[in-house]
């Protein structure tokens, strides 16, 4: 059986929107580690990370790490998506739901997510995700899209804890999946 397993930077005051602005200077050599750990063989996205990536990605084609983020099968999360031209990826219409539990059912390897907060909620909702790992990074950013929405609440079960040596916590929790 296959898990989703998901991966985010956020501010202490659970900011994830727009890391590029603040976690590099928290970015090293403990922290890659960590980012490299959580990369899977097959990817699961949402269409905002997957269009984001293609812009980015696509045009470095031939690049070590472009090729590298193009290589692995994709899962995309979609319903106004019809295709997907950029890096093996393979759109989950409307019927997204159904299909990951048959993907997550199968023999496959793990799926791996970087952003796609609003898929993650969901995942969570629908009982699919097995980890989420939250870099918390020792800054308050103030404003901007949070890990979870206004009004969600539910238990989140935490399954380990590191504090790294620039002050960011690995944070790994795991939602009751069905």
Same mark, same amino acid.
């Given at each position: ?63 070590? $790490? #472009? /090729?590298?983020?193009?290589? =692995?099968?994709?899962?995309?999360? +979609? %319903?106004? !998506? ?65 890990? $979870? #929405? /206004?009004?969600?609440?539910? =238990?989140?079960?935490?399954?380990? +804890? %590191?504090? !790294? ?14």
């Amino acid at each position: 059986m296959s898990k989703i397993i998901a991966g985010l930077f956020s501010s202490v005051d659970g900011v994830v929107q727009d890391p590029q602005d603040w976690h590099f200077p928290y970015f090293d050599d403990e922290v890659g580690a960590v980012v490299g750990s959580l990369m899977k063989p097959r990817m699961l996205l949402g269409r905002k990370t997957y269009v984001g990536f293609a812009e980015h990605f696509a045009p470095l084609a031939g690049q070590e $790490f #472009a /090729d590298q983020m193009a290589a =692995p099968p994709k899962f995309v999360v +979609s %319903t106004t !998506l019809e295709s997907a031209e950029w890096g093996n990826a393979t759109v989950l219409g409307t019927d997204w739901v159904e299909r990951l539990r048959e993907i997550k059912a199968g023999d496959g390897p793990d799926l791996g997510m970087s952003g796609s907060v609003v898929l993650i909620r969901s995942l969570i909702a629908e009982g699919l995700l097995d980890e989420l790992h939250l870099l918390v990074h020792p800054v308050v950013v103030g404003k901007g899209q949070r890990v $979870f #929405a /206004d009004g969600e609440s539910f =238990p989140l079960p935490l399954a380990s +804890s %590191t504090q !790294l040596g620039n002050g960011t916590l690995h944070v790994v929790y795991a939602p009751e999946t069905r």
